[in-house]
């Protein structure tokens, strides 16, 4: 009974200074929207990072054969030709951590179709490669073990080639393309992945049957290098042992001697964007947490104003018989009041807010549950804690000396 | 003779001005009955104002003991004077100190939302009752800003009469006011009190003190006389007398 009087006597006080309750609810408004929206924002960049990252495979295991030595000088890494395809169908058969594993060789080509010609590469893989890789035939097929066996010159092609031999928007299934002297028959494209991180173009590829590129344009039993995926992110470290211990073995190499080949993992990399993504997120969150910071002050700042300005004000309400307590509820509920509706509007322009970067940015934005609570949280107790010293300043005023007051 | 409504014994009052001690009050003793209607007067720091806010519970003596209603006020606590004030008080200013930007009707009822007996309807139905006693029921929604001088002391009446105090203590009711209103504002006082409000009134003014039933002069913190008031005057015939001569410059 009491406090729902109080609650009528704090929201008359508020309702009859609109323009004051608005500038000081502002400060909260700014604060909480900034931290929902820097959150929002931090979380979406993060989210972005990841996903390039991911698009590489995150689970991606690369052996590069070793750089070779001459005469004491190391020349670079892939260098020596040790590598052979039989290495990658052991690591098939043997490491139970890998599931996908593909040998890649390469080779820069002119590439003709019709009057047109690009430079590219054609990168001879087994069909793992698709899924190591994450990519997806849009249209047609991608080809078989079957093709690799009869080194069919098949291929599947990305959408740069397809722009720069064929024009936009065109379906080249079933023509042909010709790579040097050799005629290949495009049996798929493959769906649109844009840039990497790195700003290589993910589309100007061109993707054959490996005994295709490898018998029929490089007569050579090497491979470039061998990518696999490991079964998990967890099992990269794990799988990483298996395949070195499987190729030492195979290769043949005492314990004294070096590795004649180098594994790499791209958890190394995904590790130091997700910090750096986090040093970021830290970093836009204490921003938005200074400004709710100086929010609350502000409010503190209008509150003990407001104390001096309605010295009399509460006079005359000690006068007719409140108490100390009941103006110090009154002051509370005020300023409760600004901060949780000021944390609303907040929350609200906050994720209007990220939702125009989403949309004008292009960023996977959302606003997490969890944003929007600590941002509650946070602007009720700002109002709290900075609500308490104006009110307990106004709860202790003498009565007479209130009233004198001019 | 019943038991006197307010009893003051000894009262004394000390103030702290750095080093100097100043005596506000030095040694107050009086009765005041129910039905009183009493007039303080003195020169400025004669100690009426000091005296009122004791009464009022509004300030502690230095010494003394003050019973209100029969209960040794004095030594009573912060909270519990504030309940006093709710309950048994009804306080008016010179300055009147009604809530700006607050209709007429919210000031009325202010004291009663700090008493949780009452409810909300309760409430609404006392403020308009107290409004329409002292005769501005139909100004209930009104802003201070609207009304005049007189009619916010009005606002201010009722505030002090809707808790149907014990005694009601006005500090200067009409120093703010030109005599007319002075005199309808006396006027008020004085129906009040002929049905039955115990009123105690201080002011710088004899005429308005001839309101009252009884004067008390205060001087230098001390009562020097106390005694009733002979050709005690009415306020509404001194309204009419005031009303006479401009009524004839109107003629001529």
């Known amino acids: 009974m009491r406090i729902l009087n109080l609650i009528k006597v704090a929201s008359r006080s508020l309702g009859k200074n609109k323009m004051r309750t608005f500038l000081t609810m502002l400060g909260i408004i700014i604060g909480v929207a900034s931290v929902i929206a820097m959150l929002a924002i931090g979380e979406g960049s993060k989210k972005n990072i990841q996903d390039s990252i991911s698009s590489l495979g995150t689970n991606t295991i690369m052996i590069i054969p070793g750089a070779i030595t001459h005469g004491g000088v190391h020349l670079e890494a892939g260098t020596s030709q040790t590598l052979k395809r039989e290495d990658a169908e052991a690591i098939r058969m043997r490491c139970e951590n890998v599931i996908y594993v593909s040998p890649v060789v390469q080779k820069g080509a002119q590439i003709i179709a019709g009057s047109q010609n690009w430079r590219s590469g054609v990168l001879g893989v087994f069909n793992d490669y698709f899924f190591i890789r994450n990519l997806s035939v849009e249209t047609g097929n991608g080809f078989s073990e079957s093709d690799d066996r009869a080194a069919a010159k098949v291929c599947v092609i990305g959408q740069t080639i397809v722009t720069n031999l064929f024009g936009e928007n065109k379906n080249p299934v079933g023509q042909m393309i010709r790579v040097e002297r050799i005629p290949y028959r495009i049996i798929g494209i493959l769906e649109k992945k844009g840039q990497n991180s790195f700003g290589q173009d993910q589309d100007d590829v061109i993707l054959a049957p490996f005994a295709t590129v490898q018998k029929r344009m490089l007569s050579t039993t090497n491979v470039n290098m061998i990518i696999a995926s490991a079964k998990s992110e967890e099992l990269i470290e794990d799988a990483k042992n298996e395949v070195i211990q499987l190729i030492r073995e195979r290769h043949k190499l005492t314990p004294e001697e070096e590795d004649d080949f180098t594994v790499r993992t791209q958890s190394d990399i995904s590790n130091i964007f997700g910090s750096v993504s986090k040093v970021l997120t830290i970093l836009l969150a204490s921003i938005a947490g200074i400004s709710l910071l100086v929010g609350g002050i502000g409010i503190m700042n209008i509150m003990l104003v407001s104390v001096t300005e309605r010295t009399r004000e509460i006079g005359i309400r000690l006068a007719v018989g409140a108490k100390g307590r009941d103006v110090l509820i009154q002051f509370m509920i005020e300023s409760i009041f600004i901060s949780f509706l000021g944390g609303f509007i907040g929350v609200g322009l906050g994720s209007l807010i990220s939702g125009l970067v989403a949309r004008f940015g292009g960023w996977p934005i959302s606003v997490t549950p969890f944003s929007v609570l600590l941002a509650f949280v946070f602007s009720a107790v700002v109002g709290i804690f900075f609500g308490w010293y104006p009110a307990r300043k106004a709860a202790r005023l003498n009565p007479i000396e209130a009233l004198r007051y001019e | ?252």
């Open chain 2, 1 to 252: 003779m019943p038991a006197p409504l307010i009893a003051v014994k000894n009262l004394e009052k000390i103030y702290k001005m750095g080093e100097v001690e100043v005596h506000a009050l030095c040694g107050i003793s009086f009765d005041i009955y129910k039905k009183d209607f009493l007039a303080i007067m003195g020169a400025s720091g004669s100690g009426k104002s000091t005296f009122m806010n004791i009464i009022g519970c509004l300030d502690h003596p230095s010494r003394g003991d003050f019973f209100l209603d029969g209960v040794n006020v004095s030594t009573m606590n912060k909270n519990e004077l504030a309940e006093l004030r709710n309950k048994k008080i009804g306080f008016i200013f010179q300055s009147f100190n009604i809530l700006p930007r607050t209709s007429a009707v919210e000031n009325v009822e202010l004291p009663l939302l700090y008493n949780s007996s009452v409810g909300n309807k309760e409430r609404r139905e006392r403020a308009y009752n107290a409004l329409k006693r002292v005769g501005l029921a139909d100004r209930a929604n009104s802003l201070p800003n609207q009304l005049s001088g007189g009619q916010q002391q009005r606002v201010a009446i009722a505030r002090a009469l809707i808790n149907e105090p014990v005694v009601m203590l006005a500090d200067e009711p009409t120093g703010n006011l030109d005599s007319k209103t002075s005199y309808e504002i006396m006027e008020i006082f004085q129906q009040l009190n002929e049905k039955g409000s115990t009123i105690v009134i201080v002011t710088h003014e004899p005429d308005i003190a001839q309101f009252a039933l009884g004067n008390i002069i205060f001087k230098d913190g001390k009562i020097i006389s106390n005694h009733p008031v002979v050709n005690r005057k009415t306020a509404s015939s001194e309204l009419i007398k005031l009303n006479v001569p401009v009524k004839e410059q109107a003629a001529a």
